[in-house]
């Protein structure tokens, strides 16, 4: 089949749904398809302002240089389409780059347009960032104060790249005859119950598949050894209790609530904070919560398999997070999770008892005591680490990879119209 992924970057640096969008465009050329990448841009761009984060992550530190600046982000047989125009930080140039990727679809006529952005939803549309009305509600819902809350809740009204997300996500929620798309992935029951509640969308409309794991399985032998040498980096005991914090978007992740927890602990957790954001102010309150001594910021790291080793649970009290694809890569190395309703994998993490999940991220007393409950040696901890370690093996890419193809082949077959692209 000729399969377009539309996108906005391509580059798996960005995040998790434009870390997908690499993947699955490998996958699909792995599987003897002609794909094809239609995006805006297709190589990394830092912010100046967040320029010295990513000189001082961990890798830069380490190597000397920043995070993978040479790194290859196009797999081998992808071709990528970089549409260009203005910058899609803008309501406008959103909108433009959506036009624009529906006219090359119009033009080039693929078999089927597979969309991971709202900017236009394709033929098969796939969320990986979320529904934004419960983006948006989630996002003020993570001010720390019911002022904050009527502030951000305006600065959104007012925001022309907001409204635009708005607009754009009420078209793609239309049916199909009437230009939306054929079908849309829902990649967690979050989901689901966010595309009814908002828009009324039914099963028929949904596809509901689980992310998958995109790395292999750790190899076991190598984790001590990962262990205690990033630990020794960051001065941390081999008995020291070690959470790991993961995310770019530190507020709405939930870093604040993360420290929160750390300080109450009762059995001395330390946290591990990595990821790409404006560091000052979580330092400052760390400092002010009195554990600057029990807080490492890492800063961006492409050696998450060395983090995840020297972890002994994932600490991630997110306001909004469509899937998580971190806490499935924290269950691959045995850890549990401590989380809450809002991250979309939170079903696994529940089903199989491997961790916790608590009703709001702002709850830091839950969340502490959730920390101190957790077992981090003997029998206890290693039963927990086999579930996790099984739970993540069976989220396999061949089983994703199977009910993708059968969505395409579906909609091939079903089409009415020749509306492909259009």
């Not at 890798?59 to 600046?69: C, E, I, N, P, Y």
């Not at 809350?149 to 022309?160: A, D, G, N």
């Not at 927890?261 to 002010?288: D, H």
Request: glycine share 10%.
């Amino acid at each position: 089949m000729k399969i377009a992924i539309i996108i906005e970057h391509f580059d798996a640096a960005r995040g998790g749904a434009e870390r997908f969008a690499v993947w699955l465009a490998g996958q699909l050329v792995r599987r003897g398809h002609e794909v094809h990448v239609v995006c805006h841009d297709a190589q990394r761009r830092i912010h100046p302002r967040r320029a010295a984060h990513q000189a001082s992550s961990h890798d830069a530190v380490r190597s000397g240089h920043a995070d993978g600046q040479d790194d290859p982000i196009i797999p081998e047989g992808v071709q990528v389409h970089r549409l260009g125009g203005l910058k899609i930080s803008s309501g406008v140039g959103f909108r433009l780059f959506g036009r624009r990727a529906r006219l090359w679809c119009q033009r080039h006529r693929p078999d089927v347009a597979h969309s991971i952005t709202v900017a236009w939803a394709g033929d098969l549309y796939h969320p990986q960032a979320g529904v934004y009305r419960g983006i948006q509600a989630q996002a003020i819902a993570a001010r720390d104060s019911q002022g904050q809350m009527e502030l951000k809740r305006w600065l959104l009204r007012l925001s022309s790249k907001q409204r635009t997300l708005l607009a754009l996500e009420r078209r793609a929620m239309r049916p199909y005859a009437a230009g939306g798309p054929w079908k849309i992935f829902s990649l967690s029951d979050m989901l689901s119950v966010e595309f009814v509640r908002y828009y009324g969308v039914g099963d028929a409309r949904l596809i509901r598949l689980d992310n998958p794991r995109m790395d292999e399985l750790p190899d076991l032998g190598t984790l001590g050894a990962l262990r205690a040498g990033f630990r020794g980096h960051y001065g941390l005991a081999g008995t020291d209790r070690v959470a790991a914090f993961v995310g770019h978007d530190f507020r709405r992740k939930g870093l604040r609530w993360a420290l929160e927890a750390i300080a109450r602990s009762r059995t001395g957790w330390k946290l591990l904070v990595v990821g790409l954001g404006k560091f000052r102010e979580y330092i400052e309150l760390a400092q002010r919560l009195g554990i600057s001594t029990r807080v490492k910021f890492v800063g961006p790291t492409r050696q998450m398999d060395q983090v995840y080793a020297a972890a002994d649970a994932l600490l991630l009290p997110t306001f909004y997070d469509s899937y998580g694809f971190v806490g499935v890569e924290a269950l691959s190395y045995g850890l549990p999770v401590v989380s809450t309703r809002f991250l979309g994998c939170a079903p696994v993490i529940a089903r199989n008892d491997l961790g916790s999940i608590v009703e709001s991220p702002k709850d830091a007393a839950a969340l502490a005591e959730a920390l101190d409950i957790l077992p981090v040696s003997g029998r206890a901890r290693s039963a927990l680490a086999a579930r996790a370690r099984e739970a993540s093996a069976g989220m396999t890419a061949d089983e994703f990879m199977r009910q993708t193809l059968a969505a395409y082949e579906e909609f091939c077959a079903t089409r009415s119209g020749g509306r492909s692209g259009g």
